[in-house]
């Protein structure tokens, strides 16, 4: 049997792309589609992965990373998939990539008109953790009833004085739906808002579709006398690269046991570090 | 609604579950209790009609399965009615059916301008949440988004209702059944709504317990003025409480007017029966 471009059949890719249409018409709202067996298991990015085979064409330059890595294993199994069922070159550059998949960070380089990044989501709804029923959430959004999100971010207030969501912070898209932004650092909500590209969330396990489209207007939920921050790196100093402003791990030194700091992107690292280099050449 | 110290108006409402028959949807007098013996539908709620005024407790008593639960809950909009109309003073002074507004109108409604106190604690309360958190869900969903007034408005309800404020962020399971009534009357009282429900609130609680949550209800009338409806299946609490008292049977009202009239002269046979078993 000859094996289709993209893996996916022609049928299911239309499907996934007519709930995608709905899902840039509806910002933030969450569309359910007939998700498909895919060759990884579910909850292993099959969601962003289906959007992905659903959207690639010959002439894309795709780009795979996780947690702001290209080389994690996860991101080198989702890349070769994808390589050999269309045969696409891949790129670790942000500048040359048309279609990125990410799990668990949106890239320090903002996204340019065109360029579409797929965020893989493990849990789609901001309500499910005080709310279980999936007829009762959906009524919830319907009437824009989100109490349910405040309350536990203010049940955190009241226990530890602040919010305690480091990551899947949620987010209120263009004024009416709650979206859960999938486990991205706090750190990079703000690139959600009115960016230029084209940024779908897709939960395989979920079966769910939602998008925020360029230009959109995405406002993290906080409190009138409580604001929304995001995490400061800004007197920190990547280890490796001597960049500061970016979203950085926290290592630990095994000989002098010191905390050091590294740049979480590391594409955006490499381009740092060989801007440097040209610089000095 | 006629005169202008009715804040709500029940007309008509009736409450099925299950479709009904030919016979039954035309004419209940042929029920067996509440059930159709044709159909096994069931009627809950039956052509009920009455006014709530400003300021005044109204109760409801009945056996258990005679409704009560049923038309709290329409009138809360936890469940739809079959027909009938509902109106409020406070929403378009009165001029609309609540029963037809949006699920968004209704939510609103019921943040802002209802209260209402569960005989189970579990639904009326997140249990694992914090007592302060339980009662700002209630002024989120109303619209306030400023932590600072929410828990000084917290503080002083919980305060009203006698929690000591060094509970305050413990979380309601952890509280005795008496407490965690107080924890709901202080929630649904948070946003000042003009009328509070009330439903078999200290059922089930020790006597002593009891009376303190029902000295509570009547500190509250008397300093709020809130209009409230005290729904009970024990005619001793309704008559501690109630200024006029409507008995529910099989879904339908049997009789209703002042408390002391009904408690001195009961003219229903199972009104009687009531009366004198808590003689
Ligand atoms: N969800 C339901 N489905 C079917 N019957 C119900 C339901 N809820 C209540 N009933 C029936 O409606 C009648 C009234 O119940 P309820 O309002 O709970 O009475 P009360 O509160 O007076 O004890 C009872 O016969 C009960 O069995
Ligand atoms: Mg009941
Ligand atoms: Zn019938």
Not at chain 1, 83 to 102: C, H, K, R
Not at chain 1, 225 to 250: A, N, Q, Y
């Amino acid at each position: 049997m000859v094996q289709n471009f993209a893996f996916l059949d022609e049928h299911s890719k239309k499907e996934i792309r007519r709930k995608t249409l709905k899902a840039i018409a509806v910002p933030g709202y969450q569309v359910p589609f007939a998700s498909r067996e895919l060759p990884i298991a579910r909850g292993w990015g099959t969601g962003g992965l289906q959007l992905t085979l659903s959207l690639i064409g010959r002439d894309d330059i795709i780009k795979v990373i996780d947690q702001g890595s290209d080389e994690s294993v996860n991101a080198v199994n989702i890349r070769k998939l994808i390589q050999d069922t269309t045969g696409v070159p891949e790129t670790i550059d942000m500048n040359e990539a048309t279609l990125v998949q990410s799990r668990h960070r949106i890239p320090e380089v903002p996204l340019r008109p065109s360029q579409i990044l797929v965020l893989q989501v493990p849990m789609p709804e901001p309500l499910r953790a005080v709310e279980p029923s999936e007829r009762v959430t959906k009524a919830l959004h319907g009437d824009k009833e989100y109490s349910g999100a405040w309350i536990k971010m203010f049940e955190q207030i009241m226990k530890y004085g602040h919010v305690t969501d480091d990551a899947d912070y949620p987010v209120l898209v263009n004024g009416r739906y709650v979206m859960a932004p999938s486990p991205i650092p706090r750190f990079d909500n703000p690139k959600m808002n009115d960016n230029e590209g084209l940024i779908l969330l897709g939960a395989g396990r979920e079966k769910k579709i939602y998008a925020v489209p360029p230009h959109t207007h995405v406002a993290s939920l906080a409190f009138d006398d409580h604001p929304f921050e995001i995490e400061d790196f800004s007197d920190k100093v990547c280890r490796e690269s001597g960049v500061s402003g970016v979203f950085m791990d926290e290592l630990i030194d095994p000989d002098t046991g010191e905390n050091y700091y590294v740049t979480n992107d590391t594409s955006y690292m490499l381009e740092q570090l060989n801007k440097e280099e040209e610089h000095v050449n | 609604m006629s005169t202008n110290d009715i804040v709500m108006s029940i007309r008509d409402v009736s409450k099925r579950f299950g479709e009904g028959c030919e016979v039954c949807r035309e004419d209940t007098s042929t029920l067996n209790g509440n059930i159709c013996p044709n159909c096994g539908t069931v009627h809950a709620v039956r052509d009920i009609s009455f006014d709530l005024h400003e300021g005044e407790i109204l109760g409801i008593v009945g056996e258990s399965g005679s409704g009560k639960s049923t038309l709290m809950k329409m009138m809360y909009f936890d469940q739809e009615n079959t027909s009938g109309d509902y109106y409020l003073r406070s929403y378009e002074e009165g001029a609309e059916n609540v029963f037809d507004v949006s699920s968004q109108k209704k939510r609103e409604i019921r943040n802002e301008q209802l209260g209402m106190v569960y005989q189970n604690p579990l639904h009326g309360l997140k249990i694992n949440f914090s007592s302060m958190t339980n009662i700002a869900e209630k002024l989120i969903a109303g619209g306030s988004r400023n932590v600072g007034e929410m828990t000084a408005r917290g503080d002083m309800f919980l305060e009203k209702v006698n929690i000591p404020l060094s509970r305050k962020f413990e979380a309601p399971k952890n509280f005795s059944g008496g407490m965690q009534q107080r924890v709901q009357i202080a929630k649904a009282l948070s946003n000042y709504p003009p009328i509070l429900l009330l439903d078999e609130v200290t059922t089930g609680l020790d006597l002593s317990v009891q009376a303190d949550v029902l000295e509570l209800i009547k500190e509250i009338q008397r300093e709020m003025g809130v209009s409230m409806i005290v729904v009970s299946h024990d005619l001793a609490i309704i008559r501690m409480l109630c200024d006029r008292t409507m008995v529910l049977l099989n879904g339908e009202v049997i009789e209703s007017g002042i408390t002391d009239q009904i408690l001195e002269d009961p003219q229903h046979e199972y009104t009687q029966q009531l009366v004198y078993s808590i003689l």
